[in-house]
Each structure stands twice: as C-alpha cells, then as structure tokens.
C-alpha cells in the first residue's frame, strides 16, 4: 500500500474514532479503505472514484450524490445506507448487503452487483442499465420507474418486489422467482423470460412484444391489457390467467396450458395456438383471425385424452369465437328473498354433482317476470342442465318428460354415431347425479315448492352455439292473467326444428 493511500486511511480511521462522523465532500479516490469501519458516517457528495472499499461496513452510512464509479465494494456492509442519487457506474458490489438501502435516482450502469441482498431496497427511479444482478435477492424491493435495460437478472429472486412502470427492454430474467410481483406498466420487451416464476404477478398492461417466456409459470397472473404481440409462451403454464383484452397478435401459444383462463376481449390475430390446453377457456369474445391452429386439448387435466381437431383455419377460427350455448327459463313471476335463498341452495347442491353447472346463472328480474339464463360451454349440455335447472319448480316433471322425449328423438336422425352417443352419455349423467344427489335436495327442493315463485308457470327454452333455440316447455297458462285454464298437453318440435336445433350444435364430436 503506497504511503500517499496509508495517510489518507490512516487520518479518515482517526477522526472516526475520535467521534467525527461527518465527512462530506471528502475526496478519496483511489484510496484503499477495504474492511475500513465507517458505519452510520456522513459521505454525502464524497469523491470515491476507483477507490476499494470491499469488505468494508458502510451500514447506515450517507453516502447521497457520492461518486463511486468503478469502486470496489465487493461483500461490502450497506445495509440501510442512504445513496440517493449516487454515481455507482461499473462499480463492483458483488456479494454486497444493500438490504433497506435508499438508491432512489442512483446511476448503476454496468454495475456488477451479482448476488448481492437487495430485499427491501429502493432503487425507484435508478439506472441499472446492463447491470449484472445474477441471482441477486430483492424480494420486496422497489424498483417503481427503474431503468433495468439490458440488465442481467437470470435466476434473481424477487417475490414481492414493485417494478411497476419499470424499463427492463431486452433484460434476462432466466429462471427468476417473481411470483407476486408488480410488473403492471412494466416494459419487457424482447426481455428472456423463460422459465421464470411469474405465478400471481400483476403484469397488466405490461409491454411483453417480442419477449420469450417459453416454458414460464404465469398461472394466477394478471396481464389484462398486456401487449404480447410475437411473444414466445411456448409451453408456458397460464393457468387461471387473466388475459383479457390482452394483446397476442402473431403470438405463439404452442402447447401453452390455458386451463380456465380468462382472455376475453384478447386479440390473437396471426397467433399459433396448436397443442393449447382450452379447458374452462372461453370461446367467445376474441379476435382469432388468420391463427395457425392444427388441434387443441380440451380435456379437464390437460392430459390430451380429449383433443379437438381443425382441418382448416376457418375451422379453429369458428371454435375459438364460439358463441355459449344458453339455457333459459323464464318464471311468471318475480324473484323474492325467500325464493332466491332456496334458488340458492338447490343449485349449489346441484353443481356439487353436476360439474357443467358449477356457475350460478344470470338472474334478470323485470316487472312481471324472472329469467334465470345459464351459460354452457358446450352445447351438449344443454339438454342435462335443463333437465335439472328445472327441478326445484312444480313444472319439473313436465318439462324433464318432454326433454326425455327430444332426447330420444335423437337417435332417429341422421347423425354420426360418436355424436348420438355423447349426447345420450350426457343427459344420462345429470340423470344419475340427480339419483346420486336426490336425498340431499329433496328437503331444499320440498320447502321451495310451497313458496309460490316455484309454483308459478314456467318456459324453458334451449339455445345452442349456432343461435337456433328449442322451447322444451311451456306451461299452459305462461302469460296468462287469469281466466280459463287452458289443457296440457306436450307436443314434440316439429322434426324440422329438431334437425336445425342438432345441426347447429358446434363442435360435440
């Protein structure tokens, strides 16, 4: 050690132990102050340009607007250290604990801080252009507003840390833990992201263009608004998902898990979805033009035992806009407290045993009447879910007759096979369930019947995917006020109506 770099050691150590703290503007470049003492000390604007100060404790150190460009502060103790606005430009702080420290507005360019404790830090607004933050921890840090371009972060770990509104273009963030994290606003784009942990981040309106994350864990996450246009989520898990009105243009969603995801309003024109899982996914309400999409997995565990084929794009374009099939019944009369709660209680039992039915209905109450409207996924639902949506009501029996009836009709039609059968196999299943489940609804159904909303008539009508609908049921005296009752008896659809009604189906096979 030269005797000029002793001197200057040598006097700094000796006013620290005799009490002075503060040594503001003090010009140490150069100088080697490596495992020096200089905790909770005044530097603010200090001058410490190539300096080595490694290993040292700068714990609750001053260091505001100080000038550390190229030092060495490797393992060094920052720990609750105030630098804002500070020059750390190509410094050296690997292995160092900045845990609490303030560097909001500090300059980082290049900086190597590679596993360096960063939890609870608050570089809001710094510049951490390039960086080297390999496998840094910075769980609950703030990073609100940062410029992260460049930087390296391959295998960081960051749950809980706020990067809203942060720059991170072209960044690598490799097999990072980001669950939890603010990314909203963040821009990401052309960052590496594969297999990174994104499970319940908030990356709405996040700016995903061109970005990788192949492979990446975003189940639980939020990217409502996100443009991911030529994002690469190739086998990525987006499992319950908020995508909506996200932004996939000519993205590639190959073998990508969409387990009940929401993307409603998402635009995924030119987008490549061959090999997605699409259970629980709605198929209404996106922008799928020009896709590439030679089949899907539609099967409840993803599990490829259920895969819809396309032979043409117009094919995949007609099954992702597809339009929910609607079961509706329509009570004379309106909808009071003690009807809604025994409304409530049968079809929560219901759905216990009938999975299709797991989502209560729309219920619109008007003047004179209540329409309760369920929403299928499938159109081969459509005849079950009547079947049973219409037994807490005096009507039940009619109607669940007449459904048996246009059931059975069914296997006089021209139809293939496998389609016969999965419509038989699914009114045959919500008839056992409802045999499985009878001794549990029968006190709900019982004490709903004498309330008089459930002895009023009824109208039960069926609309498919292809917006052809099929009355099943229609009381004699549904509309009417008063006067003579009129007989019941049931009809089936003329055969032409039953045709369109089955034809219309869309995509049961």
């Avoid at 190739?234 to 909506?244: I, K, P, Q, S, Y």
């Avoid at 709605?282 to 030679?294: L, S, V």
């Avoid at 309106?334 to 797991?358: G, K, W």
């Amino acid at each position: 050690m030269e005797a000029e770099e002793l001197l200057k050691r040598f006097e700094l150590v000796k006013r620290y132990t005799e009490g002075d703290r503060d040594f503001t503007g003090i010009n140490l470049n150069e100088a080697n102050l490596s495992r020096i003492n200089l905790s909770q000390s005044i530097l603010r604007r200090a001058s410490l340009f190539v300096t080595n100060i490694s290993g040292a404790n700068l714990s609750e150190a001053d260091l505001s607007e100080a000038n550390l460009n190229v030092a060495r502060l490797s393992s060094t103790n920052l720990s609750r250290a105030i630098l804002n606005r500070a020059a750390l430009n190509v410094a050296n702080l690997v292995r160092a604990d900045l845990s609490g420290a303030q560097l909001i507005g500090a300059s980082l360019i290049r900086g190597e801080l590679v596993r360096c404790e960063l939890s609870q830090t608050n570089f809001s607004g710094a510049n951490l252009t390039e960086a080297d933050l390999r496998e840094v921890k910075l769980t609950e840090a703030n990073l609100c507003g940062a410029n992260l371009s460049g930087a390296n972060l391959r295998g960081a770990s960051a749950s809980s840390a706020n990067f809203q509104g942060a720059n991170l273009h072209g960044a690598d963030l490799t097999k990072a833990e980001l669950s939890g994290v603010n990314f909203s606003s963040a821009d990401l784009r052309q960052a590496s992201l594969q297999q990174v942990n994104f499970s319940g981040a908030d990356l709405s309106g996040a700016n995903l263009k061109w970005a990788d994350l192949s492979g990446a864990n975003l189940k639980d996450a939020d990217l409502s608004d996100a443009k991911l246009s030529g994002a690469n989520l190739n086998g990525a898990d987006l499992r319950n998902t908020n995508l909506a009105n996200a932004n996939l243009v000519h993205a590639d969603l190959t073998e990508t898990n969409l387990i009940n995801a929401d993307w409603v309003g998402a635009d995924l024109t030119g987008a490549t979805l061959t090999g997605a899982k699409l259970y629980l996914v709605p198929r209404f309400g996106i922008i799928a033009d020009n896709i590439a999409c030679e089949w899907v997995d539609i099967s409840p565990d993803g599990d490829r035992t259920l895969i819809q084929q396309f032979n043409s794009p117009s094919e995949s374009r007609k099954f992702l806009n597809h339009t929910p099939g609607l079961v509706r019944i329509v009570v004379d009369a309106v909808l009071d407290y003690s009807a809604n709660i025994a409304l409530a209680t049968a079809y929560s039992e219901i759905a216990r045993h009938y999975r299709p039915m797991s989502c209560p209905p729309d219920i619109e109450v008007g003047y004179r009447r209540t329409t309760l409207t369920f929403r299928l996924d499938s159109d081969e639902h459509l005849l079950p879910v009547a079947f049973l949506a219409i037994l807490p009501f005096n009507d039940a029996l009619e109607t669940q007759k007449n459904i048996v009836a246009v059931s059975k009709y069914i296997a006089s039609q021209d139809l293939k096979k496998k389609r016969i059968v999965q419509l038989y196999k699914s009114l045959n299943v919500a008839i056992d369930n409802l045999n499985e489940a009878r001794e549990m609804l029968q006190a709900a159904v019982s004490s709903g019947r004498k309330i008089k909303f459930f002895q009023s008539p009824t109208q039960t009508i069926l609309i498919s995917s292809g917006q052809e609908s099929l009355t099943v049921h229609c009381h004699q005296n549904f509309g009417r006020r008063g006067g003579k009752n009129r007989e019941s008896k049931f009809s089936l659809p003329a055969g032409e109506k039953v045709v369109d009604f089955l034809a219309s189906f869309d995509y049961v096979d």
